[in-house]
């Protein structure tokens, strides 16, 4: 039986508070699966990691994340470290993670829970049963691009450059990944940009045609300017199947995309990278989309369900383990439907509970499942 290497990465807020419930979930898969058992470590990363090494991540850790089988990440950032140098803010240690690990790939379900369609912003007719899955580009773009700088003119004003920089390679391979996971959806891709303003756009426009052509003819695929698409997603999001787009679009639709499911607390994401090619392994992080929500941390309040979601997402991407996986979701599903709820998604006649209460009726669930 393998073993498998995890990696957990708390970092800020309530990032602490879930993944420790997700540690309780591993320690249930590490008594009942049969196929396989998870070895775990724990490090700092973000503000927590700044506080005591004076960086967002230590090189150690980085080492620790290279040799994992996977990280399982919290969340980072909070008004404690609003004054950090830019270089050490906690952020930064998410996005050498991402960089360092080649995780190029961030695959964000927007999926609207049938017991929570009325706790979205949209009417329930539009998003019942909405399951989206957006793809962001995870590793190039703006995020990354040089010059990324602010210089100081000789008049003395400021000058702030970020660059968007795309070529054909990272545009393909992200191209791939939307129309491999469309294949095992409902078949259609959405690729959004701004052609119409940006060189970045016309390329990927370009480079995305060509690959469905040679690699995915029976895909069906879209192209959506992206601010069409974000006004597209509060209209009539469920035209859409798979979204494929860039790094910063990516960032910005899929938080739009969570909210409108009424379940930004329940939604896991997963960020992978090219696959070995001797082993076939990928590198491989988990996380929330949600961030650590400083001002419920440490308070027993948080919604952990997003996090051990994206545990469920580690079993299904990283380990082929894909009925587990689906005892994860059916146990989060079941747990709902009896009406347990934490804060950020309480309504009328509901019973609140906090984090560890919904973690442990989560296990109760999961244990009757794999019963
Ligand atoms: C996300 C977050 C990050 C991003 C931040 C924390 C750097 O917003 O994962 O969507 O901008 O990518
Ligand atoms: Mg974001």
């Given at each position: 039986?393998?073993?498998?290497?995890?990696?957990?990465l708390?970092?800020?807020?309530?990032?602490?508070?879930?993944?420790?419930?997700?540690?309780?979930?591993?320690?249930?898969?590490n008594?009942?699966a049969k196929?396989?058992?998870?070895?775990?470590?724990t490090?700092?990363?973000?503000?927590?990691?700044?506080?005591?090494?004076?960086v967002?991540?230590?090189?150690?850790?980085?080492?620790?994340?290279?040799?994992?089988?996977?990280?399982?990440?919290?969340?980072?950032?909070g008004?404690k470290?609003?004054?950090?140098?830019?270089?050490?803010?906690?952020?930064?240690?998410l996005?050498?993670?991402?960089?360092?690990?080649?995780l190029?790939?961030?695959?964000?379900?927007?999926i609207?829970?049938p017991a929570?369609?009325?706790?979205s912003?949209?009417?329930?007719?539009?998003?019942?049963?909405?399951d989206?899955?957006?793809?962001?580009e995870l590793?190039?773009g703006?995020?990354?691009?040089?010059?990324k700088?602010?210089?100081?003119?000789?008049?003395g004003q400021?000058?702030?450059?970020?660059?968007?920089?795309?070529?054909?390679?990272?545009?393909?391979?992200?191209?791939?990944?939307a129309?491999?996971?469309?294949?095992?959806?409902?078949?259609?891709v959405?690729?959004?940009?701004?052609?119409?303003?940006?060189?970045?756009g016309?390329?990927?426009?370009?480079?995305?045609?060509?690959?469905?052509?040679?690699?995915?003819p029976?895909v069906?695929?879209?192209?959506?300017?992206?601010?069409?698409?974000?006004?597209?997603?509060v209209?009539?999001p469920k035209q859409?199947d798979?979204?494929?787009?860039?790094n910063?679009?990516?960032?910005?639709?899929?938080d739009?995309?969570?909210?409108t499911?009424?379940?930004l607390?329940?939604?896991p994401?997963?960020?992978?990278?090219?696959?070995?090619?001797?082993?076939?392994?990928?590198?491989?992080?988990?996380?929330?989309?949600?961030?650590?929500a400083?001002?419920?941390?440490g308070k027993g309040?948080a919604n952990?369900?997003?996090?051990?979601a994206s545990?469920?997402?580690?079993?299904?991407?990283?380990?082929a383990?894909?009925?587990?996986?689906?005892?994860?979701?059916?146990?989060?599903?079941?747990?709902?439907?009896?009406?347990?709820?934490?804060?950020d998604i309480?309504?009328p006649?509901?019973?609140?509970?906090?984090t560890?209460?919904?973690g442990?009726?989560?296990?109760?669930?999961l244990?009757k499942?794999?019963?």
């Amino acid at each position: 039986m393998p073993t498998y290497r995890l990696l957990l990465l708390p970092g800020d807020g309530i990032g602490v508070e879930t993944i420790a419930e997700v540690e309780r979930v591993i320690a249930f898969f590490n008594k009942t699966a049969k196929g396989a058992k998870f070895e775990t470590e724990t490090d700092l990363v973000g503000g927590a990691a700044f506080d005591k090494h004076g960086v967002a991540l230590t090189d150690e850790a980085m080492a620790k994340a290279q040799g994992a089988d996977a990280v399982i990440f919290g969340a980072v950032g909070g008004p404690k470290w609003d004054q950090v140098p830019y270089a050490v803010r906690p952020e930064a240690g998410l996005l050498a993670l991402r960089k360092h690990l080649g995780l190029f790939a961030n695959l964000r379900p927007a999926i609207c829970y049938p017991a929570l369609a009325d706790a979205s912003s949209l009417k329930r007719e539009l998003v019942e049963g909405l399951d989206i899955m957006i793809v962001r580009e995870l590793t190039g773009g703006v995020y990354f691009g040089e010059p990324k700088e602010i210089v100081v003119l000789e008049d003395g004003q400021k000058r702030a450059v970020d660059t968007q920089v795309y070529t054909t390679h990272e545009i393909e391979r992200i191209a791939r990944v939307a129309f491999d996971l469309a294949r095992k959806r409902s078949n259609k891709v959405h690729s959004a940009e701004k052609r119409n303003v940006m060189r970045t756009g016309v390329l990927w426009n370009e480079v995305v045609t060509a690959t469905h052509k040679a690699y995915a003819p029976d895909v069906k695929l879209e192209h959506i300017l992206a601010d069409n698409c974000a006004m597209q997603l509060v209209r009539n999001p469920k035209q859409f199947d798979v979204i494929v787009t860039d790094n910063l679009f990516g960032d910005v639709l899929s938080d739009e995309a969570a909210m409108t499911t009424g379940s930004l607390g329940m939604l896991p994401s997963a960020s992978l990278g090219a696959a070995d090619p001797k082993t076939g392994k990928r590198k491989a992080l988990y996380e929330p989309v949600h961030g650590s929500a400083p001002d419920i941390a440490g308070k027993g309040l948080a919604n952990p369900i997003a996090t051990i979601a994206s545990f469920g997402m580690a079993l299904r991407y990283s380990f082929a383990m894909g009925k587990e996986a689906d005892l994860v979701e059916k146990a989060i599903a079941k747990t709902l439907d009896q009406g347990l709820r934490t804060a950020d998604i309480m309504q009328p006649g509901m019973r609140q509970v906090g984090t560890s209460e919904m973690g442990s009726a989560i296990l109760k669930e999961l244990g009757k499942l794999a019963g």
